[in-house]
């Protein structure tokens, strides 16, 4: 997870915000600023392939939103009105054991989350023969992205009670869309697992503190760099000598100290306001709608 970012102020001066934030699924013409917006945080020196982004969103498509609201196209005409990027939710949901070698083990990358064995297909799963399948489906959500790209139109909408905060909308659809697949599955589906690569101060306030994610006990050796020219790298200093003599090497080139990144996550059994809005027990089929809307407890019993 590159960032949760404060954003823009489209708008302008003079301009009053929109009330209301509407969410959709990604399509292939977002790929490009979805990786624009990871790139800005964070340097790989690989970037990803869009394919891979399109694939990660096409497999379970409600696991990731692009979050959007209405203004009037031309200032002085408001009958007209064009779509403004207010966010993005971008997750990979992953098999069980995919998910505990990316998020505890430390074995991938968020690059190497590819393939039939380590992505779950939603469509594919429905779809299956139960008598070929296995009991149950566990799986691991693994947050690629979250980034608020208009302050001004989720500070509007919290205001006019139209949408709580990102933070917590994004688990709000995330809660859905578990829901949602839960439902759609023939076997029971059981999430294990929260994870993502926090790599920016505000990315690692929101997992660390807000959602109370952890780190495992294998710990990430890469830091984010900054140079005063502005470019940015990826760079891995896995011990205190390394970490000293690189700040010696750079003195006076640096734009702040490096910022180490860290995968989090967070399983049921520990304390997280995660699993207010995410219900990890195993449901399938008419067990999944007696879930309440919030997905907090059951309707009945």
């Known amino acids: 997870m590159a960032a949760f970012l404060p954003g823009a102020r489209p708008n302008g001066a003079g301009r009053d915000?929109?009330?209301?934030?509407?969410?959709?699924?990604?399509?292939?013409?977002?790929?490009?600023?979805?990786?624009?917006?990871?790139?800005?945080?964070?340097?790989?020196?690989?970037?990803?392939?869009p394919t891979t982004v399109l694939k990660w969103t096409t497999k379970c498509p409600h696991f990731s939103r692009i979050y959007s609201t209405l203004r009037p196209a031309h200032q002085h005409e408001s009958r007209d009105q064009e779509e403004v990027l207010a966010?993005?939710?971008?997750?990979?949901?992953?098999?069980?054991?995919?998910?505990?070698?990316?998020?505890?083990?430390?074995?991938?990358?968020?690059?190497?989350?590819?393939?039939?064995?380590?992505?779950?297909?939603a469509a594919a799963l429905a779809s299956a023969n139960p008598s070929s399948t296995a009991t149950s489906v566990d799986i691991g959500i693994h947050i690629y992205h979250i980034e608020n790209t208009h302050r001004d139109a989720w500070a509007s909408a919290v205001c006019a009670g139209t949408s709580p905060p990102l933070r917590e909308r994004a688990l709000q659809d995330l809660g859905a869309a578990?829901?949602?697949?839960?439902?759609?599955?023939?076997?029971?589906?059981?999430?294990?697992?929260?994870?993502?690569?926090?790599?920016?101060?505000?990315?690692?306030?929101?997992?660390?503190?807000?959602?109370?994610?952890?780190?495992?006990?294998?710990r990430a050796d890469d830091y984010v760099v900054k140079y005063t020219d502005g470019s940015m790298a990826l760079v891995a200093l896995p011990t205190r000598h390394d970490f000293d003599a690189f700040l010696a090497k750079n003195r006076g080139q640096l734009a702040g100290t490096?910022?180490?990144?860290?995968?989090?996550?967070?399983?049921?059994?520990m304390p997280s306001v995660l699993w207010q809005y995410l219900d990890p027990a195993p449901r399938s089929g008419h067990d999944a709608l007696l879930v309440s809307a919030d997905g907090v407890g059951p309707i009945v019993g």
């Open 17 to 49: 915000p929109p009330s209301s934030i509407a969410a959709r699924a990604v399509l292939a013409r977002d790929v490009h600023l979805i990786l624009a917006q990871e790139a800005a945080v964070f340097p790989l020196p690989d970037p990803l392939q």
């Open 87 to 121: 966010g993005t939710l971008i997750c990979i949901v992953l098999h069980a054991h995919a998910w505990r070698r990316l998020a505890l083990q430390g074995e991938l990358a968020e690059a190497d989350l590819v393939g039939e064995d380590v992505l779950v297909d």
């Open 178 to 218: 578990l829901r949602d697949l839960q439902h759609a599955l023939r076997v029971p589906v059981q999430l294990v697992g929260v994870s993502a690569l926090a790599v920016s101060l505000q990315g690692i306030h929101l997992t660390a503190n807000v959602w109370n994610m952890v780190e495992p006990p294998v």
């Open 258 to 269: 490096p910022l180490r990144t860290r995968m989090l996550y967070a399983t049921p059994d």
